[in-house]
């Protein structure tokens, strides 16, 4: 998200990007950062929050400020006057994960199906995992879904707390995440105990798309942070420049399946900043030009 929040800066040519979060999974950090933001921001924020209950008196002061506000990746609380919500459905997220996972399972397998929750309580993650076990309990009714279990959020933390969860059911076919740290973690069990197991998870960590090339994961469903952080400042920049208000409802920039199939484009265009610009330069302005294609009402957020 950083990156597309930069390069929508860099392509305005005459805006100072402020970026800051917490060294991890922080909410009252992020609190404190955001009360600075809207001493040093003015002319406008993106909050990311992975606890955005929290955030809910927060973002009333950057209203009553007259500072204009953009929820990221989760949506705002309700009751404040953030209108705007740039991010993914997230059920989709799981729900691809998940046909890719059957495509892995011939119909009428039996066996046990793990799924693990990085977050407890974020409600996109939640999404996640709906979007996912729907479709499992729909196409392979004969497996059995354990979980979601708590598979943490920190890398450290996720690792053990897999290493538990597979210790613990020793007997699945498959063990499944909706984090980032995930499709991290299950690679690193599966090499370092000599057991191959499907495996799969979301986002685009550097060490899962190695895991998709190598074969220990059979998919991520990437829910494109880098457009999503290009959209929500470049729309704030659209904003102040027109002089208008920023559009509401919730702007959905896609989602992308990674497997076998696409891996090797993925990886050359996540190789560095400068290939994801090059890779997302056009898709980006595309969707900011056509904002009537990418906005539904907020209330259809899921």
Request: aromatic share 6%.
């Amino acid at each position: 998200m950083a990156y597309g929040a930069k390069a929508a800066a860099n392509a305005d040519g005459n805006v100072t990007l402020n970026a800051s979060a917490p060294t991890g999974v922080n909410g009252p950090v992020q609190v404190q950062l955001f009360r600075s933001a809207i001493r040093s921001s003015p002319d406008g924020i993106a909050l990311q929050a992975l606890a955005p209950d929290l955030f809910n008196r927060p973002l009333v002061q950057a209203a009553d400020s007259d500072i204009q506000t953009v929820a990221v990746d989760a949506a705002a609380p309700p009751g404040t006057k953030t209108n705007l919500f740039v991010g993914n459905s997230n059920t989709e997220v799981g729900r691809a994960l998940g046909e890719e996972f059957v495509k892995n399972v011939p119909a009428g397998t039996k066996g046990e199906v793990v799924i693990g929750l990085a977050i407890p309580g974020l409600r996109l993650l939640e999404q996640r995992v709906e979007g996912l076990t729907a479709v499992i309990k729909k196409e392979r009714p004969e497996l059995t879904i354990k979980g979601p279990f708590d598979s943490k959020s920190e890398p450290t933390d996720n690792y053990n707390a897999w290493n538990s969860i597979v210790k613990a059911n020793p007997k699945a076919i498959a063990y499944l995440g909706v984090g980032a740290q995930d499709g991290v973690s299950l690679p690193l069990i599966q090499k370092q105990t000599g057991r191959k197991f499907l495996a799969g998870s979301c986002d685009l960590d550097p060490a899962a798309l190695k895991a998709v090339k190598d074969g220990s994961l059979f998919a991520l469903s990437s829910p494109e942070h880098w457009l999503k952080g290009y959209v929500s400042i470049a729309l704030l920049i659209q904003s102040k420049r027109e002089g208008k208000k920023l559009p509401e409802g919730w702007w959905n920039p896609g989602t992308l399946v990674v497997n076998s199939g696409n891996i090797d484009e993925v990886m050359k265009r996540q190789a560095n900043e400068q290939s994801r610009n090059a890779y997302f330069k056009a898709l980006a302005e595309k969707q900011v030009g056509n904002p009537g294609q990418y906005l539904k009402p907020l209330n259809q957020a899921n």
